[in-house]
């Protein structure tokens, strides 16, 4: 809220400027904010429990906060001898945090929709944007798969092309289907296709999260979500 943030809001990366829009800027707020005048320990359940309850006295909303930190926790584990999910560079969690963002607002999928200003209108190519016969894309107002995927590259200053093909052969390393989601990093994109490991062909894109999840604009009559990356055709993934 701008009242919080003019008494609150903190430079989380050091370019001398404070916005709550930086995912940077706004992660150190939070923090800064629910430790308060530093007698918080955060690391007590309670205690953040009820840090979470001052900001916002809802505890539907506490439970949901907590539901994410649980996730956030679980991308910095380790089993065995290594991660079990590499954290990741911190553009690739803030392309991660852009579809999210998406995510939360419940945007729907929108065949030809989206790109980098964010989700528009789609239309109907003869085959795809219909749902039950009707064209839904042509008044959907969202993102298909690589629209979503290059608004969120957009989002941390990074440009990509706008069809799921050409993402993957844009990407300066490639992932291969053979070393398995082990290798992927949040913020990777994955591909997939109706020939696996070929490189061609590819259909769709996602945001790999870590877990084996992936951030998804799948079809129409759906929302963007969080699912299972799709194992019976992913092909490889992309990361910039």
């Known amino acids: 809220m701008p009242a919080t943030w003019i008494n609150d809001g903190q430079d989380g990366n050091s370019d001398g400027a404070s916005n709550p829009q930086n995912v940077f800027d ?4 939070t923090a800064t904010y629910l430790c308060g005048t530093g007698t918080a320990d955060l690391r007590n359940p309670e205690e953040l ?7 916002n006295h809802s505890q539907t909303y506490v439970d949901e906060v907590l539901q994410w930190k649980t996730t956030y926790d679980q991308m910095g584990q380790t089993a065995g001898n290594g991660p079990l999910v590499p954290g990741g560079s911190a553009r690739g969690q803030a392309v991660v945090a852009a579809a999210q963002r998406e ?3 419940n945007i729907p999928y929108s065949w030809g929709g989206g790109g980098t200003a964010g989700p528009s209108v789609g239309f ?14 042509s008044h959907t107002v969202g993102f298909d798969c690589s629209g979503l995927s290059q608004y969120a590259y957009g989002q941390v200053g990074v440009s990509i092309d706008r069809t799921a093909q050409a993402q993957y052969d844009g990407a ?5 289907l053979s070393v398995g989601l082990a290798a992927l990093q949040p913020g990777d994109l ?27 604009a799948a079809h129409t009559g759906t929302n963007i979500r969080q699912e299972p990356v799709w194992m019976n055709s992913y092909t490889g993934g992309g990361r910039y």
Do not use: E, W
């Open 26 to 29: 706004a992660a150190l707020t």
């Open 49 to 55: 429990r009820a840090a979470i309850l001052r900001y």
């Open 103 to 105: 995510m939360a607002q």
């Open 124 to 137: 109907c190519d003869g085959k795809n944007g219909y749902l039950n016969g009707v064209c839904q894309a």
């Open 172 to 176: 300066p390393t490639k992932i291969p």
């Open 190 to 216: 994955v591909f997939f296709s109706l020939n696996p490991g070929s490189g061609q062909g590819i259909y769709h894109v996602g945001i790999y999260v870590g877990g084996g999840q992936m951030i998804n």
